[in-house]
């Protein structure tokens, strides 16, 4: 069965760090680019990057670049995000999805709240 | 970057009638090379992954009903569910993927009048 599962959300302090992973099972992650996109409570989707089947490229939104970092280890069968100087508007619920390049399949996500 | 508008923001339609949502994009998302439009279409539940039902604009992805279908190109796209059921109630996204950033529009909500 193809699927994507999220972890390593939670509540963090303002600047603080976290780092999300999403795990692959059912198929190699290897041949896929993949992306990590969010949404906040409430509102829509954001997508925020992507990173190439083999790791060598990568790009940012905006609103994330400089501050998160995305990687993968297609050994493992898994994708990242570190996440640092993290913001109040950065709490939301995480998603990772597969590229074909539609984005084909997602995961449930990951809550991280950022809060004092 | 690309700005992708969804209309209505939310629909309420009787069971077993039709309902249209609307995308259009700020820049064509044919592709010339392949003559492809880079939009594809997903429905959000909660508690649940998205969910692929529409890509390259009007395919349907593999074991989406046939009452969703897809259409348009360019800048206007339109998403159709031919007789909607009750186990379609959920906010619908466009998102185009012809360039990064992968832009989605706003988000539909689709209730039962």
């Known amino acids: 069965q193809v699927q994507l599962v999220e972890s390593g959300g939670g509540v963090v302090q303002p600047g603080g760090s976290l780092r999300l992973s999403c795990a692959a099972s059912g198929f190699s992650l290897s041949i896929y680019p993949m992306h990590w996109v969010r949404q906040a409570p409430g509102k829509g989707l954001e997508w925020l990057v992507v990173i190439s089947s083999d790791g060598s490229y990568t790009r940012y939104a905006d609103s994330v670049k400089g501050r998160f970092t995305i990687s993968r280890d297609n050994s493992k069968d898994r994708l990242y995000l570190q996440m640092n100087s993290l913001r109040g508007e950065d709490t939301a619920l995480y998603f990772c999805g597969r590229d074909r390049p539609y984005m084909d399949v997602w995961g449930k996500g990951t809550t991280v709240t950022v809060s004092s | 970057d690309i700005v992708m508008t969804q209309s209505p923001d939310s629909l309420a339609v009787s069971l077993g009638e039709r309902a249209t949502i609307n995308c259009k994009s700020s820049q064509s998302l044919l592709y010339s090379s392949d003559n492809k439009d880079y939009l594809a279409w997903f429905q959000q539940k909660p508690g649940q992954p998205l969910k692929l039902l529409i890509y390259w604009a009007s395919t349907r992805e593999s074991g989406v009903p046939d009452r969703f279908s897809g259409s348009g190109s360019g800048t206007d796209f339109t998403l159709t569910i031919s007789s909607l059921q009750a186990e379609d109630v959920a906010v619908y996204y466009c998102?185009?993927?012809?360039?990064?950033?992968?832009?989605f529009g706003q988000g539909t909500k689709v209730e039962i009048k």
């Open positions: 998102q185009q993927y012809y360039s990064s950033p992968r832009t």
